[in-house]
């Protein structure tokens, strides 16, 4: 029994941490974050707060946190602390922060 319990959570960490990779694998097109920076200074944000909350790429930001769509891509953005952040809108996590 003991046996099984550990082979379960072995499969377990390593398909979570397949996941936690392929978020961070995101990759951006420089065609898209140009279109991305030209979008957020056309249509600036007031930047919002998030105690506690790195901006490491891979973090999920809350659910309270409201994403912004940018036409013509699949990512959304947010400014957090003055930083424009990228983010995959189904998962929530940032992809990408604009200095």
Do not use: C, W
Not at 13 to 19: E, F, K, Q, R, Y
Not at 21 to 41: F, G, H, L, S, W
Not at 45 to 55: D, H, I, N, R, T
Not at 76 to 93: C, E, H, M, S, W
């Amino acid at each position: 029994m003991r046996m099984h319990l550990t082979a379960a959570a072995a499969a377990f960490l390593l398909v979570a941490g397949v996941g936690a990779a392929a978020a961070e694998d995101v990759i951006i097109q420089p065609e898209q974050e140009t279109v991305i920076r030209e979008y957020v200074k056309k249509q600036p944000l007031a930047s919002v707060k998030l105690p506690g909350v790195e901006l490491n790429i891979g973090t999920a930001l809350p659910d309270t946190v409201e994403l912004h769509e940018v036409p013509n891509v699949k990512y959304r953005y947010v400014v957090i602390d003055n930083r424009t952040v990228v983010v995959d809108p189904g998962t929530r996590k940032i992809i990408k922060v604009i200095e």
